[in-house]
């Protein structure tokens, strides 16, 4: 995974959804939350996620709650994890930026 | 009616999107982009959601068929299939902005005749332009090559007798009577007391130049031909006492500039006026022609 981790390229959108991240690593943030954060448009902001997530960056799980009850799919749930919040604390202090607070 | 209708057309672009991403993430694609989907509110942005997740479906796939990756994703399963990807897509692509550039152009040449700007500036473009008047180029016949010029300059000197006292003081001082005259009338004699001496007016002399080599070349290249009168003053030594001047024109000014170019080199080849054999300084005039002989 950590080999996986060194080959990703890091864009001006791809920071902008690690900071959407960063604001409060220990939230888990769906697709919807990241487009009002960062008002990436959805066809940048999907492959970002999951090419972050296939990096190990983050990890994603559904929502737990049932879709006939609330009246609506599941959400997908993203995070980042503690070896993608320190590759993330460490482009944001390469770049001078600072890790967002 | 009109939202569900939008809701619907969003649904199925989404739903087809899904489809046709890679096998491995459709189903949790297409879950995941209804859950978003849901939660979007107008019509305008579900539609921009829909565009957007169609637009993700051909990234996302193109990134699945990178062969490093589905190699590298082959042993770890579809999660890792994105390990090493090495770039991201722009915001916009390239063609996004091409095709925004052309729409932005024609709104603004909509604009620009809708608004009654262009009309405006029609207006205002004769106010700002200067006419100006410009002669018309006639079209010229082609110089001729002058190595094939079936003509020779050549150059041909009438000497005629334009002496004019009143410019030159002649000063004759011989005995009272003449002894010998060339310019007597015809059958008659020098009244008493009048003398008499001979006098030869001069003229062009050896080495002389020639009008071939003062030929006009614009004159030569339309065969123009024609000739001059030139006054000049000439000392006993052949040589000019004053520059030449034109006493008659030929009509053309490039042949009457010619001809006093070509008296005026010609100071020193003068053949002096002599007046019983010596050579004194006088005026006379002469005729210069161009022509162009075979």
Not at chain 1, 43 to 56: F, N, V
Not at chain 2, 40 to 67: E, H, K, M, Y
Request: proline content about 8%.
């Amino acid at each position: 995974m950590g080999k996986q981790i060194k080959n990703v390229r890091i864009s001006l959108q791809t920071l902008r959804v690690l900071e959407a991240f960063l604001e409060n690593p220990v939230d888990e943030l769906a697709g919807a939350d990241v487009q009002k954060r960062t008002t990436l448009a959805s066809g940048t902001l999907y492959p970002i996620l999951l090419r972050l997530e296939s990096a190990g960056w983050f990890v994603s799980r559904w929502e737990a709650v049932d879709p006939a009850h609330v009246g609506r799919p599941r959400r997908r749930l993203y995070r980042l994890t503690p070896s993608g919040l320190a590759r993330a604390s460490e482009v944001f202090t390469s770049f001078g930026r600072g890790v967002p607070a | 009616m009109k939202t569900r209708n939008d809701q619907d057309l969003a649904r199925r672009l989404i739903l087809r999107a899904a489809r046709k991403a890679p096998a491995a993430v459709a189903q949790r694609l297409e879950e995941e982009w209804l859950a978003d989907l849901a939660s979007r509110q107008g019509s305008l942005a579900r539609l921009r959601l829909a565009i957007g997740c169609s637009w993700a479906t051909a990234v996302i796939t193109r990134d699945f068929n990178v062969p490093q990756l589905a190699t590298s994703g082959a042993g770890n399963g579809p999660k890792h299939w994105f390990a090493d990807h090495r770039y991201d897509l722009p915001l916009l692509s390239r063609r996004t902005v091409t095709l925004l550039l052309i729409a932005g152009a024609h709104v603004l040449l909509i604009y620009v005749f809708a608004s009654g700007f262009a009309q405006q500036f029609s207006l205002i473009i004769p106010q700002i332009m200067h006419g100006v008047v410009i002669e018309e180029n006639r079209p010229q016949p082609p110089p001729p090559v002058l190595s094939t010029l079936p003509f020779k300059a050549t150059v041909i000197t009438d000497i005629t007798d334009t002496f004019d006292p009143d410019r030159f003081d002649l000063t004759i001082a011989r005995g009272d009577e003449p002894k010998h005259a060339t310019d007597d009338p015809p059958g008659g004699s020098l009244p008493r007391g009048v003398p008499a001496v001979v006098r030869v007016l001069g003229g062009p002399g050896r080495n002389f130049p020639t009008t071939e080599d003062y030929y006009p070349t614009a004159s030569r290249r339309i065969s123009e031909t024609g000739a001059a009168n030139v006054q000049v003053c000439v000392d006993g030594r052949g040589y000019l006492t004053g520059a030449p001047t034109l006493s008659k024109s030929s009509g053309s000014p490039r042949i009457d500039d010619a001809a006093l170019k070509l008296a005026r080199a010609g100071s020193g080849h003068y053949r002096p006026t002599t007046e019983d054999g010596t050579p004194v300084t006088s005026c006379y005039g002469y005729r210069i022609r161009f022509e162009l002989t075979d």
